[in-house]
Every structure is written in C-alpha cells, then in structure tokens.
T-cell receptor
Framework: GAVVSQHPSWVICKSGTSVKIECRSLDFQATTMFWYRQFPKQSLMLMATSNEGSKATYEQGVEKDKFLINHASLTLSTLTVTSAHPEDSSFYIC?????????FGQGTRLTVV | EDKVVQSPLSLVVHEGDTVTLNCSYEVTNFRSLLWYKQEKKAPTFLFMLTSSGIEKKSGRLSSILDKKELFSILNITATQTGDSAIYLCAVEAGTSGTYKYIFGTGTRLKVLA
C-alpha cells in the first residue's frame, strides 16, 4: 500500500517560534496533499488542500499567514506554524491521495509552551 | 455546506457482539466514501465505496453504501478488544482539481473483554 511519512512525530517549541512539519509520499506521487488538525476526542478538521506547484487552498477560518503550506514537489508538502502560541498545540495530520484513496501520515503532536 | 454525520458518537459493547456504525452525508459532487480506523495516531484505511448496494468485506468488517439515501454503514461482527478505536467516515467530494475529503465526527467504539 501507499506510504505517507510525516516528520517530526512530536515537537515542543517555545511560544513565538515557528515549527515546520514535513509530509512525504514515499512510493507514489501526490499532486494533492491535505493538512488536518485534530483536537482531543474530536474528528479531523481539514485546514487546507495543498496542490503541487500552486498556492494552497485554505478552509474558512484557517489563517493562511499563520499556517504556511508549501508543496514544492510531487512527494513533499510542508506545513509551517509561524509564531506559534499555546492555542496552536494540537495533533496535525497530513494525507495524500494515491490509488483513489487518502493515505495518512503518522501525525505530529505539537506542544507550544 | 458539505456535511458528514456519524452515529452513534460512542458505543460500548462486549466481546462477541455485533455493531453497526452509521454515516450520513450531504455533499456536492460526491466521488467516494471511505472508512478509517484510528487507534493512537493516524487513521488506517478500511474501505472505499463508490457504488450503491455493493458490499465490501474484510474479515469481520463489512460496509455498504446507499447513494440514494446518502448513507453508509460499517458492520463489525464478533467484536474483539482490538476493535476498540475511533471509526471515521470520510466523503471525497468536488470536481477534478478541487476535491477534498470531509470527515465525520467519528464513532468511538470500546469493546470490553
């Protein structure tokens, strides 16, 4: 099956700093990747859709200047949380579409202190 | 607005019981419906359904889609403690180049020994 690798799996950062999360499709090319945020005991909330070579499409209520998405190649998308604050602490998951299905990375648990 | 609703929100059963999880949706430009199982980290793929009335089976799990009534069910027979997880229903919707996956709230299943 298709493999999506997300890195890091967890990160702790200080308030005001920026954090970059990488999402790679290892054995297939993904023209589209998706970034989700998940709060405890809740479902996945779509933040943005990332298309290779073009600007990401953000969902309503998601600040594009705060959550910078770059999809520079067919196998890599990055999410940068800029000027992170404690309320940004969450579980972030990426997914990529391959063979008609969405496959997920392992997720990144971000804690901002 | 596109919407995916799952029920029940949570369920506690005993080993050996059979459970039925529900997913209803209202989306524009439906493409497919997917079921995922999420334990500790990223969701793992279970089924993808695109046609009405065709049951998909994998061991003790099965799923079916009704595109007329806009719902799907996921059945788990002879439940085991290892089936304890959050089960997520997602609908892929949109047109070529602008599709996305919309997730339901999830059903939290706990199977007691």
């Amino acid at each position: 099956g298709a493999v999506v690798s997300q890195h890091p799996s967890w990160v702790i950062c200080k308030s005001g700093t920026s954090v970059k999360i990488e999402c790679r499709s290892l054995d297939f090319q993904a023209t589209t990747m998706f970034w989700y945020r998940q709060f405890p005991k809740q479902s996945l909330m779509l933040m943005a859709t990332s298309n290779e070579g073009s600007k990401a499409t953000y969902e309503q209520g998601v600040e594009k200047d705060k959550f910078l998405i770059n999809h520079a190649s067919l196998t890599l998308s990055t999410l940068t949380v800029t000027s992170a604050h404690p309320e940004d602490s969450s579980f972030y998951i990426c997914s990529a579409k391959g063979m008609g299905k969405a496959f997920f990375g392992q997720g990144t648990r971000l804690t901002v202190v | 607005e596109d919407k995916v609703v799952q029920s029940p929100l949570s369920l506690v059963v005993h080993e050996g019981d059979t459970v039925t999880l529900n997913c209803s949706y209202e989306v524009t430009n439906f493409r497919s419906l997917l079921w995922y199982k999420q334990e500790k980290k990223a969701p793992t793929f279970l089924f993808m359904l695109t046609s009405s009335g065709i049951e998909k089976k994998s061991g003790r799990l099965s799923s079916i889609l009704d595109k007329k009534e806009l719902f799907s069910i996921l059945n788990i027979t002879a439940t085991q403690t290892g089936d304890s997880a959050i089960y997520l229903c997602a609908v892929e919707a949109g047109t070529s180049g602008t599709y996305k996956y919309i997730f339901g709230t999830g059903t939290r299943l706990k199977v007691l020994a």
